[in-house]
């Protein structure tokens, strides 16, 4: 059975993201009440990060999911109306960790310990840039390239989160950041006008009626204003879009007429470009050439990853490059998770007899062993790794 201990969550406006450390079953072993103790002389426990998110309107699926596949099996005493005896603190940070704190606290006995949102993200994407290899791609022409990061030429670099609102950061080092920019045009806004302009009751139907619209049929292009020829003194091809939605003006149409696959379309194009767009404004202001895309929004879909990539390109003539990662979705609460590092060593450890939670006190992003895994992140991808009991 595997044992597992150590969690971080990153809650946002949408989505709760957890992220939690299973240790291998042979690290560790059941005591006679139940609690799970690391073996005498371990001082190194292997096992690997596990990844899921909820949405945050589903926050009881949430606390479910906690309550049976982490505290259960990690030495918390559960009183019989489910709530924990012994008081277990976790990381947490974003805006749900305020959101969510009574209610953890009351169903399940956990504290949050608050973390800064900015900080996480930062912590999150150094963390993965620094251990876990292939985690960084390209994606250009429906070619995804693995980018191989030189550990002693990755700062500077900006970082694009875009989830409900998007975020843009300079990041020079661990802990050395400056959020420079960002706008309210995110994926809270693909996710908002979409609902309400296609009736689609998700994101992923929305994705995948965007999958397969097309954007020329509400988008105002260059050539639909320059009688189908490319504008080529101001480097505009006819394709280009001149006006996102321009088409709507004069067309004659209602909604209705227009099929919803082509109005997602239309959005998804929009808001990938303008962010693509203000990231490399940005970039350029402060001479970054790598940009780092990250957040729930991108979900490894393919158009959208293309269309930034695309932007990036365009407006950056060649010279600055898009990129995206394997666990876009999980910045904030890996970097959580990350910062467990950055404790004291807690006095009270008597010995390695102790439960799992008390026994970790504190684990090092350098002592972390990674294997290489092939293909996109789902959830039920996990990262083998150790960590270091002091
Ligand atoms: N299953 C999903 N349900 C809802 N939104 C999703 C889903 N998958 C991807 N998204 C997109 O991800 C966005 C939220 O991203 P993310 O969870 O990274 O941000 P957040 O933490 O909620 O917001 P912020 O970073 O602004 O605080 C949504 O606005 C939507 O565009
Ligand atoms: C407010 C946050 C930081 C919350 O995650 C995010 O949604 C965001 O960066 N919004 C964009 C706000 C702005 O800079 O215009």
Known sequence: MEKQNKSAMADGRTLVKLVYFSANGDNCEESRDGSIVVRSGCSVLQGRLCFAKFETRKIDDCLEFIRFNILQH?????????????????KATGGG????????NEKLGILFDKEDEMHCLVGGVNFLL???PREAFTYLDGQKEFVQIDHND???YLLVNIGSGVSMIKVDGDGK??????TSLGGGTFLGLGKLLTKCKSFDELLELSHHGNNRVIDMLVGDIYGGTDYSKIGLSSTAIASSFGKAISDGKELEDYQPEDVARSLLRMISNNIGQIAYLNALRFGLKRIFFGGFFIRGHEYT???????VHFWSRGEAKAM???????????????SYKDQSHNNDLESQHHTVQRAILNCSGDNFRHIPVAGNLNEGETIECSINLV
Do not use: C, W
């Open 177 to 182: 950041y400056e959020r420079i920019s960002g």
């Open 154 to 156: 990755l700062y500077p």
């Open 324 to 338: 995206f990662l394997r666990h876009e979705g999980f910045l904030g609460a890996l970097g959580a998770f990350a």
């Open 130 to 132: 620094k251990t876990v």
């Open 305 to 311: 990853m293309d269309t930034i990539s695309v932007a």
């Open 97 to 104: 960790a305020f959101k969510f704190a009574d209610l953890f």
């Open 74 to 90: 990690s030495g918390v005493h559960q009183h019989p109306n489910g709530t924990a005896r012994d008081k277990l603190s976790i």
